[in-house]
């Protein structure tokens, strides 16, 4: 079903209110408790595991997502995994301008994966810079290789949006996602509001998330 327009602007009063509500949320009481976790819950979701042809890391995943991806393998689930290429920010760029070396995060992780027995990694080769990148060249990796099943794997917090995204993307394409959040990671959706940064990854990924319900209402 085709999504229904958004008037210009709602999308960033809704973001805005959203945030206020939760910094209000976050600084009261802890008899509120139960809300915050339920905020924070909103944002992980996990789909059943079962075999797949793929493993793949998505972009915002990071070493979170290596450690996942590899546990996946050894748990039998697939014996590929496959990176997402990142272009340069524009800090790598001005390091790699100054006749730096800078390692991108797809050779890292490929490293990284390998200390921890997986070799059979390939990358998607087109550099992507977040999720909605991510998604669009996601549908044509899956089809230039006639897959039939993927995992994604990717941080709790993004575990939501992210199927969100994909699923849009797919469409009716018979290959079958199934999202998986990292076992291991910062974000805690239980006691996020409890530190800065776990506040501060909730409050964004809230706001992103609403932002897509209301751009995607029916995805």
Not at 7 to 27: H, Q, Y
Not at 30 to 50: H, K, N, Q, T
Not at 70 to 81: F, I, K, M, N, T
């Amino acid at each position: 079903m085709k999504a229904l327009p958004v008037p210009p602007g709602r999308w960033k009063r809704n973001a805005l209110v959203l945030a206020l509500v939760i910094a209000a949320v976050v600084g009261g009481t802890a008899a509120r408790a139960p809300i915050l976790r339920f905020l924070g819950a909103v944002l992980v979701v996990e789909d059943p595991l079962s075999p797949a042809e793929v493993i793949v890391i998505a972009i915002d995943g990071g070493a979170a997502g290596v450690l996942e991806a590899a546990d996946l393998v050894h748990a039998g689930v697939s014996e590929r995994v496959a990176l997402f290429a990142e272009g340069p920010d524009a800090v790598d760029a001005e390091f790699i301008r100054r006749g730096f070396h800078v390692e991108d995060k797809a050779a890292k992780w490929r490293r990284m994966l390998g200390v921890l027995g997986v070799t059979n990694v390939e990358e998607i080769p087109v550099p992507v810079n977040g999720t909605e990148a991510e998604a669009v060249f996601l549908p044509r990796w899956c089809d230039d290789h006639h897959l039939q099943s993927i995992v994604v794997v990717t941080t709790p917090d993004h575990s939501r949006r992210v199927k969100r995204v994909i699923r849009r993307a797919m469409g009716d394409r018979p290959t079958r996602v199934s999202v998986r959040p990292a076992r291991v990671s910062s974000f805690d959706s239980k006691s996020w509001w409890r530190t800065r940064g776990g506040t501060r990854t909730g409050i964004v990924e809230l706001e992103k998330l609403l932002l897509d319900v209301v751009r995607h209402p029916f995805s």
